[in-house]
């Protein structure tokens, strides 16, 4: 009964695909001229414990954070010792809300990456080859709702991951509250399962997945161009691909093109489905967030596991990010587009 209920869900979902998208918000149009005046800018303490003292857009104009030349640029404070409360970072959330039939795409050229010290390899035996990119970062492409009862209208995290880690790792978080969410462990996908199954919060801090090429997350996607990352919201699954610079299917139906079709990408880097999960009753009124935290409850927590205590010399991951602002010249963003189709 389970395999003839999901047959129907694939088949509804490529029914669903088949339609169509058509652009619904294009985010860098107009020559990136209005790209930061469609966002909102998280100004109150990290609700997730970084040492990050997040800045509205005027600050962020004034401080050389962001930037809109060719590219849009999002970077964080690398000219000071940071005082106390934290280095100066951004936390952007789209002004607009999406719902269930969403496709979000993400052309990225450069993503938060090379720590400094790793520059000075051949002047130090305590580093090595192995040892992670930007120690104490972590960023994170995602969405979310608006509301203060999180995550009961759920997060989607398509690009996350800390301390310089070079793969990407991508979640789902929903509640309980909102009813059973397990998803298909023969779902078809390329990243490997981590915690799968039950999805909810309550249980085991939701789904993820990591993708196993180096290039998709950190400084392996840099030296590689950047790439694309792709996520598309159905009520039948929520699915993201990665496509490195050189491998992007192209056209129309492609994933750059005018009328993109995730049917004719193959398979999906990571695909969150099952006959026992309503998305629908999970996820509603996702905005868009762009942001990178500084250590917090992950690099902070992972500061030696990571080998970034061993890498840098400082005990806490705090005392690195305070001291050194010359390392996170390279802990920036920079996107050639995003877009939203429905």
């Known amino acids: 009964m389970r395999a003839t209920v999901q047959s129907i869900l694939t088949v509804l979902g490529c029914a669903t695909q088949s339609l169509g998208y058509v652009l619904k918000e294009d985010f860098t149009g107009n020559g990136y001229r209005n790209f930061f005046d469609k966002f909102e800018y998280w100004t109150a303490a990290d609700p997730t414990k970084g040492f990050i003292d997040y800045v509205n857009q005027d600050p962020a104009w004034q401080n050389g954070l962001i930037g809109n030349g060719g590219n849009i640029y999002i970077g ?79 997060e989607i995290d398509i690009i996350e991951q800390a301390n310089g880690a070079h793969y990407n790792q991508m979640s789902i978080h929903l509640s309980e509250k909102q009813g059973r969410c397990h998803v298909d462990h023969d ?22 997945a990591n993708d196993p090429r180096a290039n998709s997350f950190g400084g392996g996607f840099n030296r590689n161009g950047g790439g694309v990352y792709a996520m598309e919201w159905t009520w039948p699954h929520i699915r993201i691909w990665f496509f490195p610079r ?39 009124n996702q905005h868009i967030v762009i942001d990178t935290t500084l250590c917090g409850i992950w690099a902070g927590g992972t500061w030696v596991s990571s080998g970034c205590a061993a890498g840098t010399g ?10 050194k602002p010359e390392d996170f010249r390279s802990a920036f963003w920079t996107f050639k587009s995003l877009k939203v189709f429905a």
Request: hydrophobic share 30%; glycine share 8%; net charge negative.
């Open 76 to 154: 964080v404070d690398h000219t000071s010792i940071a005082p106390q409360h934290g280095r100066k970072s951004l936390r952007m959330t789209s002004k607009s809300a999406f719902d269930s039939g969403t496709l979000i795409v993400a052309d990225i050229s450069h993503m938060v990456n090379l720590l400094a010290a790793m520059d000075r390899l051949n002047e130090t035996s305590a580093l090595t080859l192995e040892q992670p990119d930007t120690c104490g970062t972590w960023p994170a492409l995602w969405t979310t709702s608006q509301t203060s009862h999180w995550p009961q209208e759920g």
């Open 246 to 284: 050189h491998s992007i299917p192209g056209g129309s139906s492609g994933p750059l093109g005018d009328q993109p079709d995730p049917a004719v990408w193959g398979q999906p880097t990571t695909s969150f489905e099952g006959a026992d999960c309503e998305l629908n009753k999970h996820f509603k």
């Open 314 to 323: 400082f005990e806490t991951c705090e005392g690195y990010v305070k001291n």
């Open 187 to 208: 779902s078809w996908m390329r990243a490997s399962r981590d915690r799968w199954g039950d999805c909810s919060e309550e249980s085991q801090r939701g789904c993820n």
